[in-house]
């Protein structure tokens, strides 16, 4: 029975010490570095595939002037009574 459980134990610590660091890094942390080609993410990607400007009418273009625009105000204050709307009458249907 101590042989069995014994060779339980073993079986149990070599599959347990596959998962363990073999050693420590000199960074630190455990981190793979065998990527060959590294690949570029979304924004980095984007920004090196967009359309270059390549004429001169292109690169010295003026940016677009538009035309100012004012906010109406969203509340008028008065000193006025308020006014309070009323429901609109029923009609009857004859």
Do not use: W
């Not at 359309?51 to 009418?57: A, L, V």
């Amino acid at each position: 029975m101590k042989f069995l459980g014994v060779t339980v134990l073993l079986a149990v610590s070599s599959s347990v010490m596959a998962f363990v660091p073999s050693s420590p890094s000199p960074f630190g942390v455990g981190v793979c570095l065998s990527a060959k080609h590294v690949q570029k993410k979304a924004a980095k990607r984007m920004h090196h595939r967009r359309p270059k400007k390549s004429r001169p009418s292109d690169i010295n273009r003026k940016p677009t002037d538009y035309p100012t625009f004012e906010k109406p105000p969203e509340y008028t204050i008065s000193d006025a009574a308020p006014v309070l709307a009323s429901k609109p009458a029923a009609v009857a249907e004859e």
